[in-house]
DNA sequence: GTAGCGTAGTTGAAGGCGCAACTATTCCGC
DNA sequence: GCGGAATAGTTGCGCCTTCAACTACGCTAC
């Protein structure tokens, strides 16, 4: 994980056997480790609690929501595992489950005999309902009420700068 | 995932039957969002170049590092699971795993004999030094590649904000 | 109109992970 | 030293995710 193998590994790593690695200085191993850990650590808290509390997991929440934020609230399968930066088949999986729930059902696309719609039923947007106040306070604990309005710009900003590079893949 | 409901069922969430939800507001949610995406847009990225340029997974990578950063290049289980963040459970199935491929090995604890000692083995070491220049490249070009000075000390001084909330459960 | 290609989505197998139950050992009070 | 509680670690089960293979439909050109 930490990208820092050569102050384990002195003699080996000093031969640089792959050119010139650019290696980790002291102060980017830090920020490095803080990010990381931290964002692990978070989503792990943020899901547990919603599991927890609620049944429901944080990529459940994420799927219901995204179909209760469009009008109709139904979405073509691919349009809502981009949305849930999901892959299709994880998706795919997941609605199953949810149609078990009773909480989304499939419908064929009218435009397009290939296309599935996944379509919220009422019962799943009232257990979206249900689970949302519980998950933003728990956003709010662990997340918000940590931070300086400077710090909630700053990961604004860091966030943004990131999705720019991250999102043409 | 969003925690933003309100927007899609403006009716239902204005009888705020909870009481009273700390909702987050527009700016709140854009950097939520940013936030959000972002990590694990990026954890996979790197993941995901880690796993297919070396088959080893960010999980197991992390279970070397440890290892190879301890003299003696061991660890208590338990030890070992805190500083990769993991559980028990899921460190004791990964080290058998990891067995399996010839790159650690248990050992029992002489000091207790409940404990086991994960040891790395001179394979794993170098399946450790192999993949490292990989990933660090990885890590540059995703993450430091995009940041100025300025973000990415900010970048530290948020993973640290949080890890000290997030630290004591 | 049909061959061939691209797109939409599903499926099954294999591996990862959490949870709860379990074994084995140590620690503590008496 | 002995009974019970606490600690260390493992294991089986079930759910989740990935990957590759697969079906089904649409699109284009001929």
């Given at each position: 994980?930490?990208v820092?193998?050569s ?10 056997p ?6 980790l200085?002291?102060d980017e191993?830090?920020?490095w480790?803080a990010?990381?850990y ?13 599991t ?6 944080h990529?459940y ?5 995204q179909l209760?934020?469009?009008e109709g609230r139904m ?6 595992a981009?949305?849930c930066l ?5 998706l795919s999986?997941?609605?199953?489950r949810?149609?078990e729930r009773?909480w989304?059902?499939r419908q064929?696309?009218?435009d397009?005999g290939?296309?599935q719609l996944?379509?919220?039923t009422d019962e799943?947007?009232a257990?979206l309902?249900a689970?949302a106040?519980i998950h933003?306070?728990s956003?709010r604990?662990h997340?918000?009420?940590q931070?300086?309005?400077?710090q909630v ?9 990131l ?7």
């Open positions: 994980m930490t820092h193998v102050s384990a590994a002195p003699g080996a790593s000093d031969e640089d792959m050119g010139d690695v650019r290696w200085d002291v191993q830090r920020a480790r990010w990381l931290s964002s692990l650590l978070l989503q792990d808290r943020l899901d547990r609690d919603l927890h509390e609620t049944g429901i997991s990529a929440y994420e799927i219901l929501v209760s934020e469009t979405l073509r399968m691919s349009q809502l981009d949305r999901s892959s299709r088949s994880r999986h997941a609605v199953s949810l149609e009773g989304v059902r064929v696309c009218p397009d290939r296309g996944a379509v919220l799943g947007f257990a309902e689970a106040p933003v306070e956003v604990t997340l918000f009420d931070l300086s309005p400077q710009e700053n990961m604004r900003d860091l966030g943004e700068t999705l720019r590079h991250l999102d043409r893949p």
